[in-house]
């Protein structure tokens, strides 16, 4: 069977940029893939408009996986086998707990939401299955931050862009770095409302069988100043390892 060159050029392409998280430029792209530079940037170009690809403009543009990707990764995974090994898990939890449970993983410096668990009378959140956040200001990000490796960690750290958006709001390299110590040392994450101003988050990490940080679930809930944040901190790191051994992972968190 003939295969459309053009189609094997743009998978290439994506393949690439997926594994290249500071961003692959386009003179990255044809040195890499030997790839003529006309072709090399319609392709991008038709990627960028699609969503399936951004762009950041710099001294050179360079282009991380987008969006679009990502949503249509969701649907694959949404068929995995994980994926129906923690739901009933995570959605009796979000019923145990009375808020409402996500499950997200990292895209570049954003993180995914590609599972949603709520209970009876769930508040309303702005995140849905498939929306993204940036890391450095959910408990979701920072867990999956704390515990990838060095590199990743600094390669992601760079790329973040520090965006108030409450008085909370961590807003620096050094500040971040210093809360990521706290998520190892405590072993779960807040969003202490750095997001939204009446919104009270908790995450922890979830680990597959060969170590890796997967991702990591989160309780989300509405402020309460009596709530005993620790406490569900506690809890939702124990679901966070229950969740880990259920995906085979063995070690110790």
Known sequence: MKLNRTTQRTVEILKMISRTPEGATLDDLCEKLKLPKTSAYDIVTTLAEMGMVNVARGQKQSYTIGLMAYRIGINYTNNLDFISTIEPVLKAFSKEVGKTVFFGIPSDHHVVYICKFEPENPIITTATVGSKNPMYCTSLGKVILAYSDEETREQVINRIKFVRHTDRTI???????????????RGYAFDAREMEEHMQCVGAPVFDRDGSCLGAISVSSLYKPTEDYEALGALVAAKGQEVSRLLGFLGKI
């Open 171 to 185: 807003l620096g390299r050094e500040s971040l770095l210093k809360e990521l110590e706290k998520v190892r040392e």
